[in-house]
Each structure stands twice: as C-alpha cells, then as structure tokens.
C-alpha cells in the first residue's frame, strides 16, 4: 500500500470515478478524508467503509451555498487540510449551439469558478502554513481544442494555465500544486457527458481506469510535479501535441470527431 505525505485531504467530486478511486487510496492508508459530492447516499456508502476516516460534506459546487460550505471547511484553520482534490467535473458533448447553454453555464461554474474559489481557499490556508498539496483535475483534452467537446476542453485548457501559474507562484513555499490530466478513463463521466459511443471509437488500450489515475496525480502530487499524465500513451501524445504545428493539431481534432 502507498504511503502519502498528506495527514488530512479534501477530494470534490469523490462520489463516483476518479475521486472515489482516491479517497479509497486515501482513506485506505488511515489519512481523514473530507468527501465532497452531491449524492449523499453515495457519500455515506463511502464513508462507511472507512469508519472514522472519513468526514462527508455534501455540497452542489455549482450554488453559492453549496461553494460556501466547501470554502469554510478548506479555510478552517481548527482542522487544517494538507492536500486539496479539486476533481469534480463534467463534460457535454455536442455541437455547441445546439447544446442547452444553462447546461454549458454549469459546467464553467463548475470546472472553472468552484475550481478556481477552493484553489484559492487552499492556498491562502496553506502558504502561510507553509506547507500543503493542491491537485487540480485536468484533462488531456487541455492541451488542443477538442470539436463537439468544445466548452469541456475550453474549461480543462483553463485548469491547467490556472494550476501550472500557481505551480510557479508556490514554489518555495512549501506547498506542491499540480494539474492532473488524464486520457479516456472509465467512469460515469461517459455517461454524465453522453460521451458513450467513446468505448467503441477507441481501441481497448487507450482507457485508463480510475485507479490508474488516481495512483498517478496522488504520487505525482506528492512529488510537487506541476504537471501529471497517467500511463505511457498520454504522456506520448501531450508530448507530440507540444511539437504539431496548432493550425494540424487542430485540424486533426476535427477529423477524429467526424469519425
Ligand atoms: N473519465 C474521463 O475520461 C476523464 C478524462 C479526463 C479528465 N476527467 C476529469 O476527471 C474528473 C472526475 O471525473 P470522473 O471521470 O471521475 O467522472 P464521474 O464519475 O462522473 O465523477 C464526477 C464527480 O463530480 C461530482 N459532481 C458533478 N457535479 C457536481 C456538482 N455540481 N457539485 C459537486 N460535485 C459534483 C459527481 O458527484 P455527484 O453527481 O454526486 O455530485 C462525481 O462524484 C472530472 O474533472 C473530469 O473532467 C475525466
């Protein structure tokens, strides 16, 4: 079992997928876990695995209560959190116009203000401290633009600008701040996005499982890396996005989405 630097965390998102894989980490190897989420009989579930470790926070990240609740318990300077998951997330797949645009404002609040409001709650909790963990989930979907995901890698292109300026800006300072972006992973998000027809369009080998990811932005946080990429395939494909001219990156993102 992995041994963390973290003595207490706080992972958005940890009802289902990625998140749920990591407060299983987590909480697996005795480090209090606050889990965030709206579906509170998924939270309970989880938390009753772990008795005592872990603390259920049940909030909509998207409603100004729900953001609030979170914020204060990150803030709380009586029960300090180490490390800070901001890991909730969707996406909607479509043709952005014809897509519902309330639908489309969600997802920015969700992937892009709650993300950026506990990112700054957990480092102006942390920096004075000096000492903390700050793991943004991303996507590789950051690094190009990505047609008929077109908000979704828009927001994830945000997170990881917003997550590698905060890198440097925490640097010295004792605490690690790190974008994770993980390829395909199996998990609801397929279903959340409408995104299904992705597990017959892409070949066996190209999806991670939650586990996987969580074990890579856990270490890799814990490594103070800026930047995390699970599994040798999407750390070849950022690494060749990084050298394609913008102008066939871009068109090559198209063509794939016309299949
Ligand atoms: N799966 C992939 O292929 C993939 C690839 C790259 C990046 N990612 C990113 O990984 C992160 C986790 O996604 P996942 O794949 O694990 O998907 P998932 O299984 O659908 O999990 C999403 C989590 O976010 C929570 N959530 C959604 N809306 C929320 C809201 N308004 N307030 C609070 N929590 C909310 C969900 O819980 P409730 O519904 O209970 O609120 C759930 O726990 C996301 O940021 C996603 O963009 C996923």
Same mark, same amino acid.
């Given at each position: ?58 909030a909509d990240l998207t409603t100004s209560k729900g953001l609030a609740k979170v914020v ?7 029960? /300090? ?32 203000a709650a993300?950026?409001r506990l ?24 690094? @190009? ?36 972006? /993980? ?17 017959? @369009? ?54 794939? @989405?016309?299949?």
């Open positions: 079992m992995a041994t963390f630097p973290f003595s207490s965390a706080l992972v958005t998102g940890a009802s289902s997928g990625i998140g749920e894989a990591m407060v299983e980490l987590l909480a697996g190897t005795g480090i209090h876990t606050v889990v965030v989420a709206r579906r509170s009989d998924r939270l309970d579930e989880l938390a009753a695995r772990f008795a005592a470790d872990v603390e259920v926070l049940v204060a318990r990150v803030a709380d300077p009586d029960r /300090p959190i180490d490390l800070v998951v901001n890991n909730a997330g969707f996406g909607t797949s479509g043709v952005f116009h014809e897509l519902d645009a309330d639908r489309l404002q969600g997802e920015i609040d969700l992937n892009i993300l950026t990112s700054h709650a957990a480092l102006a909790a942390m920096v004075p401290r000096g000492r903390g963990y700050l793991l943004n989930v991303s996507s590789v979907a950051s690094f @190009q633009p990505a047609p008929k995901l077109a908000v979704y890698a828009a927001t994830k292109a945000y997170v990881t600008s917003l997550t590698e300026s905060l890198h440097e800006e925490a640097r010295g300072t004792g605490v690690h701040v790190t974008a994770l972006c /993980p390829g395909l992973t199996r998990t609801e998000f397929q279903s959340v996005s409408n995104t299904e027809g992705y597990s017959t @369009q892409y070949p066996g080998f190209a999806w991670l499982t939650s586990q996987e990811v969580a074990v890579g932005g856990l270490r890799d946080v814990a490594k103070g890396k800026a930047l995390s990429v699970p599994g040798a395939l999407y750390k070849g494909m950022v690494g060749a996005v990084g050298v394609t001219p913008r102008g066939v990156a871009r068109r090559l993102a198209g063509l794939v @989405q016309r299949g």
